[in-house]
């Protein structure tokens, strides 16, 4: 079994800022794509950013420049520093990742975060 669990969700005023952030336990074979993603209400859920193993970073054009996503790879932990918030970044936050081999993904439960104007 494999658990995702997330912390750092709230509320937040408009140009604040949170800091997820999500930890790895279980049998967990080798990780190769740790990342985020969000869901705000009647929306589709969408990547918000992911990082690699060998560390390279992909980012949602609407959090470029706001956002910044980094890993512990010592304890299977992903971070999401995200400044300058605003209201349209209100959504569930998701943490995942991907397994190497097998190439399995795994969820966390959400946080949510709400940003006010």
């Known amino acids: 079994q494999v658990q995702l669990v997330e912390s750092g969700g709230g509320l937040v005023q408009a140009g604040g800022s949170l800091r997820l952030s999500c930890v790895a336990s279980?049998?967990?074979?080798?990780?190769?794509?740790m990342g985020w993603y969000r869901q705000a209400p009647g929306k589709q859920r969408e990547l918000v950013a992911k990082?690699?193993?060998?560390?390279?970073?992909m980012y949602a054009d609407s959090v470029k420049g706001r956002f910044t996503i980094s890993r512990d790879n010592a304890k299977n932990t992903v971070f999401l520093q995200m400044n300058s918030l605003k209201p349209e970044d209100t959504a569930v936050y998701y943490c995942?990742?991907?397994?190497?081999?097998?190439?399995?993904?795994?969820w966390g439960q959400g946080t949510q975060v709400t940003v006010s104007s």
């Open positions: 995942y990742l991907t397994t190497l081999l097998p190439i399995l993904d795994y």
């Open positions: 279980g049998s967990i074979s080798v990780i190769n794509v």
């Open positions: 990082t690699t193993s060998s560390g390279s970073t």
